[in-house]
């Protein structure tokens, strides 16, 4: 019924970037909020989302992300997907939020790893870090998640991250059908080539549901691999700043989930509304 249907995801904001770099991304539950309608007037059913303080930095504060959801669900039905992405191994912040904000899907990184990003025109590293993810820290979030009835989307860099869910499906904490996100062009992580998507997708359990995430512009060339490959798609400012050109920078995350509609539709293919998706994700009703 639903074969040829395209889960669009927008990004709305991320934590690196900041509006020295794009004047566009938005920071307040208010400003999130309408971009999200924005993406779904474009097409989008999903948005994923970190929250941020009305700076600009950074926020796992529960009571924010609870603002940013009911910002959203007043303005538009699209499904809300929140980070629980930390650059450490606590996680009370983010099971706060599981409990108190408690998104239809949270977004789950899968596995540690360099987390780089490096200018060739700079000879120097723009940021380095490692981006710890441990299996007790994943364990205890999936604890969280199934507690509170948030699905989680497996957010894998590499092929080791997809391939290492067996004990938690073991363990009874993963759910068919499982979602994945595969991340393409992260420095430490795998880069942006169809044959390392294809792999991906031969890693997965059958059944399961996967998008891909290209970082920087190298992520037009990744959403054609995955419409052709039948995978859902993901856009948005937190992974990619500019048109498709490369030198244009998008005025906001709607023109952003328009061009990535446009594609779809380009290839045969047709975009899930948000009831939809819920379906094909098996997530319960609005």
């Known amino acids: 019924m639903f074969k040829d249907k395209v889960i669009l995801t927008c990004a709305l904001t991320g934590v690196l970037a900041d509006r020295k770099q794009c004047p566009a991304i938005p920071y307040t539950p208010v400003e999130i909020a309408e971009d999200a309608r924005r993406a779904y007037d474009a097409g989008a059913a999903a948005v994923h989302i970190h929250a941020r303080n009305d700076d600009g930095t950074p926020t796992f504060d529960p009571a924010v992300f609870a603002r940013i959801k009911a910002?959203?669900?007043?303005?538009?039905?699209?499904?809300?997907?929140?980070?629980?992405?930390?650059?450490?191994?606590?996680?009370?912040?983010?099971?706060?939020?599981?409990?108190?904000?408690?998104?239809?899907?949270?977004?789950?990184?899968?596995?540690?790893?360099?987390?780089?990003k490096f200018s060739a025109s700079r000879k120097q590293f723009v940021f380095d870090m490692i981006f710890?993810?441990?299996?007790?820290?994943?364990?205890?979030?999936?604890?969280?998640?199934?507690?509170?009835?948030?699905k989680p989307e497996l957010e894998c860099f590499d092929?080791?991250?997809?391939?290492?869910?067996?004990?938690?499906?073991?363990?009874?904490?993963?759910?068919?059908?499982?979602?994945?996100?595969f991340i393409v062009n992260v420095l430490g992580g795998l880069p942006p080539e169809v044959e390392g998507l294809q792999l991906q997708t031969k890693l997965i359990p059958p059944g399961s549901h996967w998008?891909?995430?290209?970082?920087?512009?190298?992520?037009?060339?990744?959403?054609?691999?995955?419409?052709?490959?039948?995978?859902?798609?993901?856009?948005?400012?937190?992974?990619?700043?500019?048109?498709?050109?490369?030198?244009?920078?998008?005025?906001?995350?709607?023109?952003?989930?328009?061009?990535?509609?446009?594609?779809?539709?380009?290839?045969?293919?047709?975009?899930?509304?948000?009831?939809?998706?819920?379906k094909i994700l098996g997530l319960k009703p609005l």
């Not at 290209?214 to 054609?224: D, E, F, K, N, V």
């Not at 995350?253 to 061009?259: A, D, K, T």
């Open 71 to 116: 910002e959203v669900r007043e303005r538009s039905p699209i499904i809300i997907n929140f980070s629980t992405g930390s650059l450490d191994e606590d996680t009370t912040l983010q099971e706060r939020m599981l409990a108190e904000a408690t998104p239809e899907v949270a977004a789950l990184n899968m596995g540690t790893m360099n987390y780089a």
């Open 132 to 150: 710890p993810n441990p299996f007790g820290k994943i364990r205890r979030l999936l604890e969280a998640m199934n507690k509170h009835g948030v």
């Open 159 to 181: 092929t080791g991250h997809t391939a290492s869910i067996g004990p938690f499906r073991e363990l009874g904490l993963l759910q068919d059908p499982l979602q994945f996100s």
């Open 211 to 278: 998008e891909v995430i290209g970082i920087s512009t190298c992520q037009w060339r990744m959403l054609a691999t995955a419409l052709v490959l039948g995978g859902n798609i993901r856009v948005g400012l937190e992974d990619n700043l500019y048109l498709p050109d490369g030198k244009t920078m998008a005025k906001g995350n709607g023109p952003l989930c328009e061009v990535a509609a446009r594609m779809t539709r380009d290839v045969g293919r047709e975009l899930a509304t948000p009831e939809e998706a819920r």
